[in-house]
């Protein structure tokens, strides 16, 4: 297995495999189908012996169903480059008996004396010589071919000039005759010509002025078109400033209708304002006048009750102290009807005083609960004092805010007025704007129709079939989304409005090309195109289009068209194919020279074209339908709309941000709110104020309740009679008090009643600064922006403007036309002028291109035909014509060629006869060198047999102690037929010059026991045959050595001593040569002197190999042995 892997990678074994061959070659196992598959030779290239500067050289060959490669340290290379390699390696190419198979040994046993001899030509390179021989035989067999056809060929010719000969002096006689008829037809032609540049040069000026007369009336009528476009186009503009004036009169009336009935509506409002304001300030005045007496009273009161105040607190002191007494005095007659009451209601002194001790543990109880009740008030009182000096802090904060607060409200009405004046300006900029607004959707629309317009005629300038399909690459590329389509040529490109003509007829149709990113791209719409029948598209893919390389002459009149172009450089190599080849010209006579002398296509400002090929076209082109002027059109309009898009959007931005009512409320509402919050910081310190009295009298209760705790406990041993006693007294005095109390309430009832006037105060002056005056201003806005009658009287002087002005345009817009129409009749004369001027141009020139013609036929003139007939006229000279060609005709017979064909055949001889020498020369340089290489061939022969020889004599020697071996070389004698090979009838080589072999074989003879006669190989056995065959390959392996051997079970056949003897051999070679040998065996003669074993073996499809040891080999092949034997 290992030797058919080496064998795989470098024996021309396996050199061409089929597909089937490499399938069966391709492991099969358990798992899956194995696809590709590789054997991988590692060399040890420490001498340096392969050219790679490696130690280690790897050379693997993969095979698949479809590969078959070589690769040198995982790089690819060729099957010729490993044979080179391994060549000069040291692997012969002639001599391959470095890897010796199964089988090889068997068939040298078998070989005749002739095929020893094939072998030892093989070793010797002789083949290379026999090749070479026979490829010089077949040379020679050529040349002799050859010789013969020129000898032919010379006889015919010689034949061929004996008649030629004869020929000649009656075609000298023709050639006179033929010279005097070529002069005469030279003059003719010559003169004609003349005469037709001429009348060309007189219709050339003719037609220059008749073009610049019809340049000058195309241009008048240009001028009158755009005068009457403009007319037209202002007659549009005054109709809808006409529609637009008389739309605002209606929207100025409307508005002034509503604004009158807003401006009664307003003057009742003011007139009920007014009188509500009236009513309010007399009310205001009452209320005043009441506030004021009542503030007198208030004062008068006031000063009273400062008087009454001590008096009042005394008295409610007095009053409270008399109501604790009552009270006590009634506890303690209580207490004393009880004491009364209890007399009877203990039997003993001990009963009573127990029920005592438990009255007084009662007390005791009720005395301390006292005590803490007190303390917690005493807690409550300090902590009310706190927060009634917080909520006196707060109130004086509060009114601070509130002073602050009225403060901005001041400033607040001041900023109401400013704003107010500017909301009337913004009023009058809002009306501009709408009035702005307007216009640009008039222009914008006005612009729009010319687009529209623009590209209908565009649609209309391209075929049908183009233009459906341009419509169909749109629509397609936006359903589809397809990126990558730059649009049409036309849309691309743009330049001066006066190369407009010279750019349209010199693309045509290709202005209507779609440049695309990729043919990708356009093979992708071409599908989409083709489905849908769309129309019919030619797309320029710039991964395809290449830039033309075109070398434009130096010339101030000429100028390279692509450079008058502007177009993005992205598309450079689709505007240079279209536009490359193409220069403008001055004029026609700079065209038609640079197109003869450049070989360009010429073109001038007007159109007219001159090919590089020669031909011409030109005449009238209509500038107005110029495809290049309607996208200029396209392109400005939609510029200019955009422009007037982004300004109208300003505009509409503009109105938005001045409306009056946002103003108005963002300034009207801080006022409504400070207002608002003044009432309420108002309110809050009312609130607090009250809070404060709430907590005060809260806290005076506190007090008396604990005053009342401890007049309880001081008072609680005095006596009920004591009480008695002052309680008519108190009663008296509670009388007064309460009388002092009704007083007291009176006056904190008319200070409730001035607080309230304060209120009702407070109230009006909020209902005058927030409801009445803020409505008052209101109204006056609304009047002031009532006023629509100057814009009415405005709109209609506007009005009678537009009328006069539509009326001027429409007289100027018929001269216009009639103007217009006059130019266009006149410039259709000159255009029919112009084109009969461009037939008799275009003939004369037919008829100068067809003389000129005719004097190049002629061919080469007599030295004397430019003057001999020059003063002859055309009679005499087509008189002279017409005897010469009568006299012609007499040598119609004649051989036209036979001068030429005579010197034509003698160069023709004289090549030949050089040719026939040549040829002589070549066949004798021929066999001389076959006999060179017969010699040297005979030489390698004798030096590799004597190679082979010698070794064979020593190698055998070794293999068979005591006997002896040789090799002898069989010669041919002549007549003798090879005794080897009976079936060979000497057909070896059948050319005409075949050369006797000076070998026809190789004889083997040998002998094992060193005494009696040799034997040859016919007398040998078969282990004797495989000895013999052996030495021979160890012959041939000693002559021409390799860096190492594979031997593939050479001793299957060997008895045993001789396989001894062969593993020594090998083991004797090896260590004195440093030759590598690689055997595989079954025996153990040569697995005994092996430096290294390896075992293969084979389970479920998959063969692994091991290095093993050698006692483990020898077992393993004595079992072997033993289990063949039984």
């Not at 992708?524 to 598209?537: D, S």
Request: one cysteine or more; charged letters at 35%; glycine letters at 4%.
């Amino acid at each position: 297995m290992g030797s058919v892997a080496i064998r795989f990678v470098l024996s021309d074994m396996f050199h061409n495999l089929r597909a089937e061959d490499r399938q069966a070659l391709l492991h099969e196992g358990a798992g899956n189908q194995v696809l590709s598959a590789f054997v991988e030779i590692v060399f040890d290239n420490s001498d340096n012996r392969i050219p790679v500067d490696r130690e280690e050289v790897r050379l693997r060959r993969t095979i698949g169903l479809k590969k078959d490669e070589y690769f040198l340290d995982k790089k690819h290379i060729t099957k010729t480059e490993v044979m080179n390699l391994l060549e000069s390696a040291g692997f012969s190419r002639s001599n391959p008996y470095y890897v010796v198979q199964q089988g090889k040994i068997a068939s040298l046993t078998l070989m005749k004396d002739s095929e020893r001899l094939d072998l030892l030509k093989e070793i010797g390179g002789t083949r290379v010589y026999e090749e070479r021989r026979k490829e010089s035989l077949k040379i020679m067999q050529e040349t002799e071919n050859k010789r013969k056809q020129i000898i032919e060929v010379v006889q015919y010719i010689e034949e061929r000039l004996k008649e030629l000969d004869e020929e000649k002096e009656e075609l000298k006689k023709y050639q006179q005759l033929d010279k005097q008829r070529r002069s005469l037809e030279y003059t003719i032609f010559e003169k004609e010509l003349q005469d037709a540049k001429q009348k060309l040069e007189e219709i050339e000026e003719a037609r220059t002025k008749v073009s610049e007369k019809s340049t000058s009336m195309y241009n008048s009528v240009l001028e009158a078109h755009e005068r009457f476009k403009s007319l037209e186009k202002d007659l549009k503009n005054l109709s809808k400033e006409s529609q637009a004036m008389i739309k605002e009169k209606d929207a100025a009336e409307k508005r002034k209708t509503e604004a009158m009935k807003r401006h009664a509506k307003v003057e009742l409002d003011v007139r009920d304002l007014e009188e509500r304001i009236s009513g309010e300030g007399r009310m205001k005045e009452d209320v005043a006048k009441e506030l004021k007496s009542l503030e007198k009273e208030i004062q008068k009161s006031r000063k009273e009750l400062e008087k009454v105040r001590p008096l009042h607190d005394q008295q409610l002191l007095d009053e409270e102290e008399i109501t604790r007494g009552i009270m006590d005095r009634e506890k303690q007659l209580s207490i004393l009807y009880q004491k009364q009451g209890r007399a009877t209601q203990f039997s003993s002194k001990a009963a009573r005083d127990k029920w005592l001790q438990k009255e007084i543990d009662d007390l005791q109880r009720v005395l301390s609960s006292t005590t803490t009740q007190e303390q917690k008030l005493e807690e409550e009182i300090e902590q009310l004092k706190q927060e009634f000096e917080e909520q006196e802090k707060s109130i004086e904060a509060r009114s601070l805010e509130l002073k602050e607060q009225e403060t901005d409200i001041s400033k607040c009405q001041g900023e109401f007025a400013s704003l107010k004046i500017e909301r009337d300006d913004l009023q009058e900029t809002r009306k501009k704007l709408w009035k702005q607004e307007n216009e640009l959707t008039s222009e914008i629309d006005k612009l729009k129709s010319e687009i529209v317009k623009a590209e209908k005629s565009l649609d209309h300038a391209a075929p049908g079939d183009i233009r459906r399909g341009l419509n169909s690459v749109r629509r397609i590329c936006k359903d589809h989304s397809i990126p990558g389509v730059f649009g049409p040529i036309c849309e691309l490109l743009d330049c001066d409005e006066k190369f407009f003509t010279a750019v349209e007829v010199t693309a045509g149709n290709s202005l209507f090309h779609v440049v695309v990113e990729s043919d990708e791209i356009s093979t992708r719409i071409i599908r989409y195109l083709t489905a849908e029948k769309g129309g019919r598209v030619t797309f320029m893919p710039l991964n395809r289009v290449r830039a033309v390389q075109v070398s434009y002459p130096h010339n101030p009149d000429v100028v390279p068209l692509l450079k008058k172009l502007k177009f993005v450089s992205r598309f450079a190599t689709a505007f240079s194919q279209i536009f490359g080849r193409t220069v403008i010209c001055r004029d026609l006579d700079v065209a038609t020279k640079v197109a003869r002398n450049d070989s360009l296509d010429c073109i001038t400002l007007e159109g007219d074209q001159v090919s590089k090929k020669g031909g011409m076209t030109g005449g009238f082109y209509d500038y107005r339908r110029s495809k290049l002027k309607l996208m200029n059109i396209i392109r400005q309009n939609t510029k200019a709309i955009n422009s007037k898009q982004d300004e109208l959007a300003k505009v509409r931005t503009a109105v938005q941000d001045i409306l009056i009512y946002f103003v108005f409320s963002s300034y009207s509402f801080p006022i409504s709110i400070w207002t608002e919050l003044c009432i309420h910081i108002d309110q809050r310190i009312t609130t607090i104020v009250s809070d404060q009295q709430k907590t005060d009298a809260k806290r005076g209760h506190h007090k008396s309740e604990l005053e009342q705790l401890k007049q309880d406990i001081a008072n609680a041993t005095k006596q009920r009679t004591s009480i008695s006693k002052s309680l008519e007294k108190k009663k008296k005095l509670l009388a007064t008090a309460h009388n002092q109390i009704d007083q007291l309430k009176a006056g904190m009832a008319m200070k409730r009643a001035e607080n309230g006037l304060k209120q009702g105060r407070v109230n009006l002056k909020q209902i005058y600064q927030t409801n009445l005056v803020r409505r008052q201003q209101e109204l006056e806005a609304q009047l002031s922006t009532a006023d629509s009658e100057s814009l009415s009287s405005e709109l209609e002087l506007k009005r009678q403007e537009l009328r006069d002005s539509f009326f001027w345009s429409i007289i100027h817009l018929s001269h216009g036309q009639a103007l217009e129409d006059n130019y266009e009749r006149t410039l259709q004369d000159e255009a029919k002028d112009l084109e009969q001027l461009l037939n008799k141009r275009n003939l004369l020139q037919a008829k100068r291109e067809d003389y000129m013609k005719k004097i190049r036929d002629l061919g080469s003139l007599p030295s004397d035909a430019f003057e001999k007939y020059k003063r002859k006229n055309l009679k005499e000279l087509h008189k002279m014509l017409h005897k010469c060609n009568e006299q012609l005709k007499k040598f119609s017979h004649v051989n036209k060629k036979a001068l030429d064909q005579y010197v034509n055949f003698t160069e023709q001889r004289e090549e030949l006869h050089k040719r026939q020498a040549e040829l002589d020369a070549g066949d004798e340089k021929i066999r001389e060198l076959i006999s060179v290489l017969d010699q040297r061939k005979d030489e390698s022969i004798e030096r590799t047999f004597k190679g082979v020889a010698k070794n064979f004599r020593e190698a055998f020697s070794e293999l068979v102690p005591g006997g002896h071996g040789s090799l002898v070389m069989k010669k041919k004698k002549a007549g003798e037929v090879d005794e080897d090979d009976p079936d060979d009838d000497g057909n070896r080589d059948m050319d005409s010059d075949a050369r006797v072999e000076k070998y026809i074989g190789v004889k083997v003879k040998v002998s094992f026991t060193g005494q009696g006669e040799t034997q040859l190989m016919k007398q040998l056995s078969g282990g004797q045959k495989t000895v013999v065959a052996l030495t021979l390959i160890f012959a041939i392996q000693r002559c021409d050595p390799a860096p190492f051997y594979l031997f593939d079970e050479i001793d299957a056949a060997l008895d045993p001593q001789y396989r001894t003897a062969v593993g020594n051999m090998i083991k004797r070679q090896a260590d004195t040569a440093s030759t590598q040998f690689i055997t595989t065996t079954f025996r153990p003669e040569l697995v005994k002197v092996a430096d290294k074993i390896y075992g293969v073996t084979h389970k479920n499809r998959v063969s692994r190999v091991d290095v093993i040891r050698k006692e483990d080999a020898l077992y393993f092949i004595e079992h072997d042995q033993s289990h063949q034997q039984e």
